[in-house]
């Protein structure tokens, strides 16, 4: 009888491996299926959840996720991380709502070069001074807190409300309110992104640093520049999800995008980037962040506070961080 259930064990254990085979090769197909699984678990909780109101609240909650996620998927590439983004949109936040009242452009332009300073600062951290990515980036969400903090009384005293055009980007819409202006611009940033991983020299150095760094330097390229380029355009793209946020929440405070942290993180993970480097795609991690929006979506109706949702977020992380790996020795 032993002798029966041997083979069949074995060929249990041989169809497990081919699934994790063909997932590996076919990520986004099982995201799909668990994001429309999600949908129609939210819409058994909440009726009303399956409608254009539903949908738009969803999608309006993942944009800053999703675009915070672009920069993380980049420095997941080459093996890093950004645990930055969440003070750096908050403090381009902040700077840029200070200064509304000097126009649109000049309000925008200073939370984007907030981004970008911070960013290259971490770059240069990073990849100039070989700095670990986590002791680097948590340093600077230190600073930025404290330095904010001061200039709160200071440089930035005086009007914190994100005005006029801020406004209208980050929550308005378009189409008779059926298209938020935030989803067009998160639209504009996957097109980029996706554009840039796939078609560039730049895009293909992000992965050949992160699957096998000691080759790439050996090959005469500067793996620092690299680097350095990744952490400014994640500063950038932190920035541009916090003056979004900014226009949608209205006010603004050091506390803004505090809560985007992990779900950032969360949306890259879920969408198959490897936390080692040298695997991953944007369109995953667009996938990640609807995902998350949905979950939010299904707690909320749910009743669950934020408290909740971060160990909800946290437990996926993990969780997933696992699965890949499993995946990935199995492939």
Known sequence: MSTDIAPMEAAAESRVTTAMRWLAAHPNVGLIGVLVSLVLVTTAIEPNYLSLTGFRGTAVFAVPIGIMAAGQTILMLTAGIDLSVAMIATGAAYAAANQSPNGAVVAILLGLLVGVLAGSANGIGVGVFRVNPLIMTLAMA???????????????????QAVGFIRTIGGGSTLDGRLPWSVLVWVAVAV???YMLRRTGFGRMLYALGDNP?????????SWQVLLLAYALSGFLAAIAGILLAGRIGNVDLSLA????????AAAVIGGTSIFGGSGTYTGTILGALILGVLQSMLTFLGAGVAVQQIVYGSIVVALAWLYASIARSA
């Not at 230190?142 to 914190?160: D, H, K, P, R, V």
């Not at 505090?258 to 993180?265: D, E, K, M, N």
């Open 142 to 160: 230190g600073i930025l807190l404290g330095l904010f903090t001061s200039w709160a009384q200071t440089i930035f005293s005086g009007a914190t």
């Open 214 to 222: 000691v080759a790439t330097r050996l090959s005469g390229a500067r």
């Open 258 to 265: 505090g809560f985007l942290l992990l779900p950032s993180v």
């Open 192 to 194: 980029f992104v996706i």
